[in-house]
């Protein structure tokens, strides 16, 4: 099946620092997400990008499908960014709509 | 609009016990997941039903059964439940694996399950 990996898997900013996470994914996809689980459990879509770029305020997305990656760029990072960053992925060539995640980032933004 | 609505939020279980984690959602979704999320393991497909009327095993199905009750309702049962199935459950639900639009994949709160 799809493989799916994250990196860095740990992540540690200072207020105000500027960062980029890594997604890589071993097939072709027709849907990719980006989630925030917050430090109270919660997972929260950020981004439906399964190709090309978004941006919402501080964070933006970008997914190169040809080359099976896709990057979340947090700027001027505040201690709320703090949590765990995830990418799921759908696989194009039809397993049926199984949806897999990546192993996460893990973020701490210090003050 | 609640979205993906789980129960109980909380178990505390024996080994050997059953039960069943409730999951409905109110989105019309076609297609609805159960995760699992252990530390340092992401999230991990159990189960999902594409569509009403369908089930398929995710990666950790060993253990576990599910019913597609009806397009709303997807459960999670633990026959026998064992330590190792200690961790929080997540349920979640999509338009349609199929669909070519924006296909936002929405979680419930989460269940926190201990077996001893």
Same mark, same amino acid.
């Not at chain 1, 072709?28 to 430090?39: D, G």
């Not at chain 1, 099976?68 to 990072?77: A, D, E, N, P, Q």
């Not at chain 2, 639009?101 to 926190?112: C, E, H, I, K, Q």
């Given at each position: ?18 960062? *980029? ?14 989630? +925030? ?12 990008? !399964?190709?090309? /770029? ?7 997305? /970008? ?5 099976? =990656? ?42 | ?5 789980? *129960? ?20 019309? +979704?076609?297609?609805? =997941? ?48 064992? !330590? ?33």
């Amino acid at each position: 099946g799809i493989q799916v990996e994250q990196s860095p898997p740990d992540l540690i900013l200072q207020e105000g620092a500027n960062s *980029t996470l890594r997604c890589n994914f071993s097939d072709s996809v027709n849907n990719l997400q980006w989630f +925030h689980q917050n430090p109270w459990g919660q997972l929260i879509n950020l981004f439906y990008i !399964p190709s090309g /770029t978004k941006q919402n305020g501080r964070l933006s997305a /970008t997914t190169v499908a040809t080359e099976r =990656y896709s990057l979340l760029y947090i700027s001027s990072s505040q201690t709320t960014d703090s949590g765990v960053y995830f990418c799921a992925v759908l696989p194009l060539y039809n397993q049926g709509g199984k949806l897999i995640f990546g192993q996460g980032t893990e973020l701490s933004v210090k003050p | 609009n609640a979205g993906v609505t789980q *129960t109980p939020k909380f178990q505390v279980l024996k080994t050997g016990q059953s039960m069943t984690l409730q999951c409905a959602q109110d989105m019309n +979704h076609n297609s609805m =997941y159960w995760y699992r999320q252990d530390p340092g393991m992401g999230l991990r497909l159990i189960y999902y039903s594409a569509s009403e009327g369908t089930t398929d095993k995710g990666e950790v199905p060993n253990g576990y059964n599910v019913s597609r009750l009806n397009k709303r309702e997807f459960s999670l049962r633990l026959e026998s439940a064992a !330590p190792s199935q200690t961790s929080v459950y997540f349920c979640a639900s999509i338009r349609a694996f199929f669909f070519s639009g924006a296909n936002v994949l929405t979680f419930g709160a989460g269940s926190r399950l201990t077996v001893l």
